[in-house]
Nanobody, 123 residues
Framework: QVQLVESGGGLVQAGASLTLSCVVSARSFSSEVMGWFRQAPGKEREFVGGITWSGAGPNYADSVKDRFTISRNSAGNTVYLQMNSLKPEDTAVYYC????????????????WGQGTQVTVSS
């Protein structure tokens, strides 16, 4: 069983920063990678970034690659999404997700999902 819990969302002004956390409780879950996704009202869930639990090769969507940073703690049970220079278009519910294998950008490829945390960026 794998459980994921996101936290750290909130209401901020444009240009502010937020750091989201995703805590993973896993039993016999190995070779997993973590992805961050977001979904704005009326839009499809989109890939934000991903990272392996070893910390190798974080990658990002073009829309956030210069502003967001993904990292993990040393134990590998927490992944972070540091968001800088937030824009109103970043407003969405942010989800962390896990899957075995490689980081991919398709949400349906991920097996486990958190409940999401709301990020709202005002103009």
């Amino acid at each position: 069983q794998v459980q994921l819990v996101e936290s750290g969302g909130g209401l901020v002004q444009a240009g502010a920063s937020l750091t989201l956390s995703c805590v993973v409780s896993a039993r016999s879950f190995s070779s997993e990678v973590m992805g961050w996704f977001r979904q704005a009202p009326g839009k499809e869930r989109e890939f934000v970034g991903g990272i392996t639990w070893s910390g190798a090769g974080p990658n990002y969507a073009d829309s956030v690659k210069d502003r967001f940073t993904i990292s993990r703690n040393s134990a590998g049970n927490t992944v972070y999404l540091q968001m800088n220079s937030l824009k109103p278009e970043d407003t969405a519910v942010y989800y962390c997700a896990a899957r075995p294998g490689l980081v991919v950008i398709t949400s349906t490829a991920y097996n486990y999902w958190g409940q999401g945390t709301q990020v709202t960026v005002s103009s």
